[in-house]
């Protein structure tokens, strides 16, 4: 670990203050949107708006730091970040439910550029043999962020500009976001990217690289790993307040799964040497399903928390094998194309499953969430089966 890149374990410090925003909208994003809007099949847009914004900023994203830079970028986005705290700050304070879905979506900009993160620690690794363990460095950097984001519901009651406690907490976010763009500007090494003349040339189509079955798989475990995670997660505290647990009682469930992300990162590069990236992905699914096994047998708080604990396992496993298996499938050239489309195709599934999170729970319940669940783990375990077999017979052909 003490050989990996200063970029690295950098960005790893740095996302409690930049990647709280996730937390903290997972947190009370559902919980204000019930509180603003009437109709409670509205509850979770603001979630999807936040993610939504995501999804329509990864390739503005991805241009801006060919354009300016990794590190540049990276401030400019916490800097918008904190000027959308503030926004949606206001909007909880007077009311405003349209004007909290907005300031919920410029939020969006920030994960966007978050999402890059793990890919500028990659740039920065002599080696691809140090791929995964930057990877699961830079997400080892959320653990913090699991804590630090529900509780600015407790540490923004310091702040006295806004009367209402969801408001304080918000603000509090959008002092954290300042904190971030602050270490980046001063501790970041610059890491521009800029693409070779002769390179560009030799880059492929999305359409041959799509010919690599490798690359779906990619995708695959990536966005399978957000969208049933959005899907489960947005819903649960609405699910947890309908069974009559209290918010203190959502909030240690949801610190507890957003840490559930992050801490196996701290072995997952273990785990990936011992065993390999195919079966990673399939002990992914394994524990997803074990999460729905789980979330059926009732609905006692501590039902919730070992089903969201199991839920952020698996989703490690699978985007971090989703993400070693990336670089495999592009040359330098197509990096910021492949990765683009990568993250948007994450987002877009992660928006589906936060919007259709309230929908189905209000409309089917908890129960159908859970079953509807199956179908997508199902479908990337079987597509994983069957491209290892493909390689394997590949290789022996070889």
């Known amino acids: 670990m003490k050989s990996l890149p200063w970029n690295a374990w950098l960005l790893a410090l740095v996302q409690p203050f930049v990647l709280s925003v996730g937390a903290l909208n997972v947190f009370l994003g559902g ?31 991805a241009r801006i730091q060919k354009k300016l830079g990794r590190k540049r970028a990276f401030i400019l986005a916490a800097i918008v970040s904190s000027a959308s705290a503030l ?5 909880i304070e007077v ?41 699961s460095l830079v997400l080892v950097g959320g653990i913090a962020a699991a804590w ?3 509780e600015l519901l407790n540490l923004g009651q310091a702040i006295t500009l806004f009367d209402a406690e969801y408001a304080r907490a918000y603000a509090a976010l959008g002092i954290l976001e300042l904190i971030g763009a602050a270490i980046l500007a001063v501790a970041m090494k610059p890491l521009n990217i800029q693409e070779n003349i002769t390179e560009a040339g030799d880059s492929r189509t999305l359409s041959a690289l799509f010919q690599q079955p490798v690359l779906w ?5 990536g966005l399978t790993a957000y969208a049933v995670m959005a899907f489960l997660m947005t819903a649960t505290p609405l699910a947890m307040s309908g069974h009559g647990h209290d918010i203190q009682s959502a909030k240690w469930v949801i610190q507890s799964h957003v840490m559930a992300m992050y801490l196996p990162s701290l072995v997952t590069p273990l785990i990936i040497k011992r065993i ?12 997803f399903l074990a999460c729905i096994a789980v979330a059926l047998l009732g609905h ?11 839920l952020g396992v698996g989703w490690n496993f699978l985007f971090i094998g989703g993400t070693s298996l990336l670089p495999q499938t592009y040359k330098p050239s197509e990096r910021f194309k492949v990765q683009a489309v990568n993250d948007f195709s994450i987002t877009a599934f992660q928006a589906s499953g936060s919007l259709g999170a309230g929908i189905v729970l209000f409309t089917q319940g908890w129960t159908w969430m859970l079953l509807a669940s199956l179908f997508p783990v ?6 994983n089966v069957v491209i290892k077999k493909r390689q394997s017979f590949e290789e022996t052909s070889i």
């Open 31 to 61: 919980i204000v949107g019930a509180q603003l809007h009437s109709d409670p099949t509205f509850a979770t847009l603001p979630v999807t708006a936040l993610i939504v914004g995501v999804s329509l900023n990864v390739f503005p994203a």
């Open 87 to 91: 926004g949606a700050a206001w909007s």
């Open 378 to 383: 199902s479908l990337l375990l079987l597509l």
């Open 95 to 135: 009311g405003s439910f349209w004007g909290f879905c907005a300031s919920a979506f410029l939020l969006g900009t920030q994960l966007a550029y978050v999402g890059q993160y793990r890919f500028a620690a990659i740039e920065s690794c002599e080696s691809p043999a140090q791929h995964p363990s930057v990877i």
């Open 148 to 150: 630090v984001g529900p």
């Open 300 to 310: 006692s708080v501590h039902h919730y928390w070992w089903a969201l604990v199991a």
């Open 276 to 287: 390999g990236v195919y079966k990673l992905i399939t002990l992914g699914c394994v524990v």
């Open 217 to 221: 798989l990619a995708i695959g475990s």
